[in-house]
């Protein structure tokens, strides 16, 4: 069975106390409940979850959507959003199949990258990191104000906006990204795609910087 890896990279950093941790934790269970109730996501879609703050862990490893458990995620420490990187690239390697001659791999990965501020490690590592693997999307998404749009305009190939890191933009950016997940998921099972089609329209919450159309 073919799968498709998605990835949820998520800044959990001192900044996001409070509401905005409440609302990730939150859109977190809301994303995987959204999900479960499309077939074809059960099908296909196996999700992991990286989250970031000083450091990166590895929280969930990558697994199907009726084992998934979302973790709750409690804020501490800086951004280090170049370490997160690097670890998303290791176990897109790790976790990922590649197509060999006798059978088919997994679809690319969808990457979501969501942080409220700027990278205080070494950003480049991470880009390197991440351009040494394939993947289909890697969206990232400015929470607030004090978001690095340039930060994420370096290693993104879709960028987008929440004007303000409250609950209701916060949840409005994960029904999104289920809502892209389940249109991703729909075209790789109907043949339609490689895993890199175009994402639905974000709802008003968010601002598109910019969204690729492959």
């Known amino acids: 069975m ?14 996001m106390a409070g509401e905005p941790i409440n609302a ?15 077939p074809f996501a059960l099908e296909t879609v196996y999700l992991s979850v990286i989250e970031f703050s000083s450091e990166a862990r590895h929280t969930v490893p990558l697994c199907d959507l009726m084992t998934f458990q979302p973790p709750t995620l409690t804020p501490d420490g800086m951004t280090a959003l170049g370490a997160a990187l690097k670890l998303t690239a290791e176990s897109i ?16 990965p969808l990457v979501f990258v969501f942080t409220d501020g700027a990278a205080n490690d070494d950003l480049d590592l991470g880009i390197e990191a991440m351009n040494s693997v394939s993947v289909a999307k890697l ?28 609950a ?10 289920s809502a892209s997940v389940s249109m991703t998921s729909q075209s790789v099972e109907s043949g339609g795609s490689d895993g890199s089609a ?17």
Do not use: H
């Open 168 to 177: 209701e933009s916060i949840r409005a950016f994960f029904s999104w990204v």
């Open 198 to 214: 175009e994402l639905p329209p974000p709802p008003n919450e968010i601002s598109v910087i910019n969204l690729s159309k492959n």
């Open 139 to 166: 969206v990232g998404c400015a929470a607030g104000a004090d978001a690095d749009i340039a930060d994420l305009q370096r290693f993104s190939t879709d960028v987008v906006r929440l004007d303000s890191n409250d």
């Open 93 to 108: 390697r790790e976790e990922v199949k590649s197509s060999s001659s006798s059978a088919k791999g997994d679809w690319r």
């Open 24 to 38: 990730v934790n939150q859109g977190l269970q809301a994303l995987v409940d959204m999900l479960r109730q499309d």
């Open 2 to 15: 073919r799968r498709l890896p998605v990835y949820l990279v998520i800044d959990k950093s001192y900044s």
